[in-house]
């Protein structure tokens, strides 16, 4: 057996050249020389995936927190102590931000024209997924990045039935415009909308479900898609009298909770690899669904609405 003295007779060069080609573990002089394995090298995609486990942790026990507490404040009598608070925060912020409404019709007007442009909404949204879809020079950074949007576009999904199923539970809310119990100036230009329950908002729900995705990809496009969320979705919909403070804050809560969690689930499974390698192998075809899916989520999933209209009316 080779020892530590055998090894320091060969020449210099040949030792330097062994020793430097891989790492290995200090041996006292004198004893046998074990053959030493590469230590093993943490890859950025297994770094990724370790703060992703974090934050699927994280996401999930703050989402369990929160019901809990919640649990306990409508089953005691903290809860109703609670709920007059978060309606009293809830007026007295929409009061502030109904304050500049009919102050100008131009302002009003911008404001009603940013609640209907699909362009400036879901259109943008969707441009930066796209953006993160190609935007990876690196081929193992594109394959995370590609299959990140994959699993975060299925995460918004299944935030989006989950919100549909918290609305359809909860006891229903008015919007603020159509709240009596209220005060609201109603913006020039403005038609009232239908009486669909308010708490928590789709929308927020929706894009701040795609925000998420984009942190997970990049904290730049996470940022920029999370504070265009917030001023050119919700906002305009807070000052048009469709959704209070709080409805905006429960969307987020869930789209956040339910995307980390997903992608948890997703990133690095069986279950995204197929889609990933469809991409692969037919990138024309792929790509022609993946726009008609933006597209569709650009529009609110207008086109999805009507088959399923459709559908159930064909049904009954």
Not at 40 to 54: L, S, V
Not at 120 to 142: I, K, N
Not at 165 to 177: D, Q
């Amino acid at each position: 057996m080779k020892t530590a003295q055998d090894v320091q007779e060969r020449p210099h060069g040949a030792r330097s050249a062994v020793l430097a080609s891989r790492p290995t573990a200090r041996v006292r002089y004198g004893a046998p020389l074990a053959i030493a394995r590469p230590l093993p090298q943490t890859a950025p995609a297994a770094r990724e995936g370790y703060w992703i486990g974090r934050a699927g942790i994280a996401g999930a026990l703050a989402l369990g927190t929160a019901v809990g507490v919640l649990a306990i404040l409508l089953f005691s009598g903290a809860g109703v102590v609670s709920v007059h608070a978060m309606t009293r925060f809830d007026k007295n912020a929409l009061a502030f931000v109904n304050g500049f409404a009919r102050l100008s019709p131009r302002f009003d007007a911008f404001m009603s024209y940013l609640f209907d442009a699909y362009l400036l909404q879901g259109g943008v949204m969707m441009a930066l997924f796209w953006s993160a879809w190609f935007g990876a020079d690196d081929t193992r950074d594109a394959r995370r990045r590609r299959q990140t949007v994959l699993s975060s576009l299925l995460a918004m999904y299944t935030a989006l039935l989950l919100g549909l199923a918290i609305r359809a539970a909860l006891p229903f809310r008015p919007r603020p415009l159509r709240d009596a119990s209220i005060v609201f100036n109603l913006p020039f230009g403005f038609d009232t909308l239908g009486a669909s329950t308010s708490f928590p908002s789709g929308h927020a729900v929706v894009f701040f479900a795609l925000a998420t995705g984009l942190w997970t990809i990049s904290k730049r496009l996470g940022l920029l898609g999370s504070l265009y969320a917030l001023l050119f979705v919700c906002l305009p919909r807070m000052y048009l009298g469709l959704h209070y403070p709080s409805d905006i804050v429960a969307g987020a809560a869930v789209a956040v909770a339910t995307t980390v969690a997903v992608n948890r689930m997703l990133l690095g499974s069986a279950f995204i690899e197929p889609f990933w390698a469809w991409s692969e192998r037919h990138p024309a075809l792929f790509n022609s669904f993946f726009f008609i899916a933006s597209l569709d989520t650009a529009m609110e999933f207008s086109n999805a609405k009507a088959l399923i209209r459709l559908a159930t009316t064909q049904l009954v």
